[in-house]
């Protein structure tokens, strides 16, 4: 796939090129698998679990396409959303435990005993003009033993 078809290149996360499409109000990712380790059951686990917890932010996965760095990504699409501002780190405690989820070691993650939810930070979840809450870029893993540390050593916040 070629990616000048997406859009303009927007920005660079820890797994993700960012293109916005000029046609649609849609946001294009390419997202690398860095979180997925050689096993990229872990990332289709994670587009699934993200879309039964954040339905209005869904991703669609549409192909496979090299980005600017030359590694091969899955291109996925997600509802471009129209933003009043970033979500507080308050805001998104009290929606994560609506949704069923515990705040652990002191907000670090969030789980609810089937899935740990990480990196829901104010840059990663955004309030939209209607004043919902829109989960648009967190990691979500199975809950079990050493997500942490999965997450520590990969995560650009913590090398």
Same mark, same amino acid.
């Not at 797994?15 to 050689?38: A, G």
């Not at 879309?51 to 091969?72: H, L, Q, S, W």
């Not at 129209?82 to 979500?87: G, V």
């Not at 990663?124 to 809450?133: E, F, S």
């Given at each position: 796939?070629?990616?000048?078809?997406?859009? #303009?290149?927007? !920005?660079?996360?820890?797994?993700? $090129? *960012?293109? %916005?499409?000029?046609?649609?109000?849609?946001?294009?990712?390419?997202?690398?698998?860095?979180?997925? !380790? =050689?096993? %990229?059951?872990?990332?289709?686990?994670?587009?699934?679990?993200?879309?039964?917890?954040?339905?209005?932010?869904? @991703?669609?996965?549409? +192909?496979?396409?090299?980005?600017? =760095?030359?590694?091969?990504?899955? *291109?996925?699409?997600?509802? @471009?959303?129209?933003?009043?501002?970033?979500?507080? $780190?308050?805001?998104? #405690?009290?929606?994560?435990?609506?949704?069923? &989820?515990?705040?652990?070691? =002191?907000? $670090?993650?969030?789980?609810? +005993?089937?899935?740990?939810?990480? !990196?829901?930070?104010?840059?990663?979840?955004? *309030? +939209?003009?209607?004043?919902? %809450?829109? &989960?648009? !870029?967190?990691?979500?893993?199975? #809950? $079990?033993? +050493?997500? %942490? #540390?999965?997450?520590?050593?990969?995560?650009?916040? @913590?090398?």
């Amino acid at each position: 796939m070629n990616t000048d078809k997406l859009g #303009s290149y927007e !920005d660079r996360g820890s797994e993700n $090129e *960012v293109y %916005l499409s000029p046609k649609e109000n849609i946001v294009y990712k390419l997202n690398d698998f860095r979180y997925s !380790d =050689d096993n %990229l059951s872990p990332f289709f686990e994670r587009i699934k679990a993200h879309n039964e917890y954040f339905p209005d932010c869904a @991703y669609t996965m549409i +192909g496979m396409a090299e980005n600017r =760095d030359g590694k091969v990504c899955a *291109v996925l699409s997600q509802p @471009y959303i129209i933003t009043a501002r970033e979500a507080t $780190e308050e805001e998104i #405690s009290k929606e994560l435990q609506r949704l069923g &989820f515990q705040p652990l070691m =002191d907000n $670090e993650y969030y789980s609810n +005993g089937i899935h740990d939810i990480f !990196d829901a930070s104010p840059n990663n979840v955004l *309030v +939209g003009i209607d004043g919902n %809450l829109y &989960f648009i !870029d967190t990691i979500i893993y199975k #809950s $079990e033993e +050493g997500n %942490l #540390s999965t997450y520590h050593s990969q995560s650009p916040k @913590y090398q």
